[in-house]
């Protein structure tokens, strides 16, 4: 096909193009978040330009039969940050998506060697989300999905900047500091791997007994909390530093203090959370436009049928116990 026929293709393609990004804006972070996985920093994506792709074409002699040929005529990049998480990521992508090719960059490098480290994936959307009447019409698209870690993500992008992506490409005076400088990334993702397992290793094995006088700490709280309140008020997201702040501000450092409040006031937070489910059941929460005005937690206590959240039912038992206006005011100093 010639060039000024994929450009007239191309500008047919580029409103699917388009709201393919979104959908994938959209759908990316909920399977993300049903599998615990974090980021690093937000999602990054972009459907490539014409002009872009014009230049590829000339650059490396391609021969292209259709837009659909390109594998990233959407680029989607997910910045994790565990590297512990790469796998769950893999595996969340082959179960979901129809994945076309992968590559792992990584795999090409010696133990002795460093340089841009990434995975790669070439997919399209599965065949269930095709029969939505949304996206019908989005099946012939391909994307590539980048995945790597915040670590991995620092290297990429100062590397780009010096150009100095493989070890070949460094002047010799150099490449000691390159090669310090590489050690110390991939230390960071080690370390954070080993601090993830020894936090696990706390919560199974390390978590002392309810009457326990040691000093609350976030892991501490969060345990505390999930035995006391039902398990589906929980959210995936739950902020347990800034309560911890409070308590403490209160006195209330350990298990031993703020365990007899919650059980305390246990029936009238409870009180407290169904008259607000009440209130709120069936009400519209959209704006003159029809969009929905809640954020993404709300909607998902919603659908569950809760108010609260872990933290906001132990903020209801403080303000009970120590009043609505000095807890007030405390959270909000």
């Known amino acids: 096909m010639t060039i000024e026929s994929l450009r007239v293709q191309y500008s047919e393609y580029s409103d699917r193009a388009n709201r393919l990004e979104k959908t994938l804006l959209s759908e990316l972070p909920k399977l993300l978040s049903r599998d615990q996985v974090t980021l690093g920093v937000p999602m990054e994506s972009r459907v490539k330009t014409w002009d872009s792709i014009e230049e590829k074409i000339k650059r490396n002699q391609l021969s292209l039969e259709s837009i659909d040929d390109l594998d990233d005529l959407i680029g989607v990049r997910l910045i994790l940050l565990f590297r512990s998480d790469l796998a769950k990521v893999e595996q969340l992508i082959v179960d979901t998506f129809e994945v076309l090719s992968s590559k792992d960059t990584s795999e090409s490098l010696s133990e002795m060697q460093f340089g841009y480290q990434s ?17 019908t019409d989005l099946g012939g698209l391909k994307i590539e999905l980048q995945v790597r870690t915040l670590a991995q993500h620092i290297w990429a992008a100062a590397s780009h900047k010096l150009q100095y992506k493989r070890e070949d490409g460094v002047p010799l005076p150099i490449r000691r500091s390159i090669h310090r400088v590489s050690a110390l990334l991939e230390t960071v993702d080690l370390e954070f791997a080993r601090i993830l397992v020894e936090r696990d290793d ?17 892991d501490l709280l969060a345990s505390l909390l999930n035995d006391v309140y039902p398990e589906s008020n929980k959210d995936d997201g739950e902020i347990y530093a800034n309560l911890l702040t409070n308590l403490k501000k209160l006195s209330v450092g350990t298990i031993e203090k703020l365990k007899p409040i919650l059980i305390k006031h246990y029936r009238a937070t409870m009180e407290e959370e169904l008259s607000y489910v009440n209130m709120y059941s069936g009400r519209d929460f959209t704006d003159d436009f029809g969009d929905e005005i809640l954020d993404a937690e709300d909607i998902d206590r919603r659908s569950r049928g809760v108010f609260f959240s872990h933290v906001g039912l132990a903020r209801e038992s403080l303000r009970l116990e120590f009043g609505k206006e000095l807890v007030e005011k405390i959270i909000l100093a």
């Open 202 to 218: 706390y919560v199974k094995h390390g978590i002392p007994e309810a009457e326990s006088n040691e000093p609350l700490n976030v």
């Open 119 to 135: 995975q790669h994936y070439a997919i399209k959307l599965p065949k269930e989300w095709l029969l939505l009447p949304t996206m």
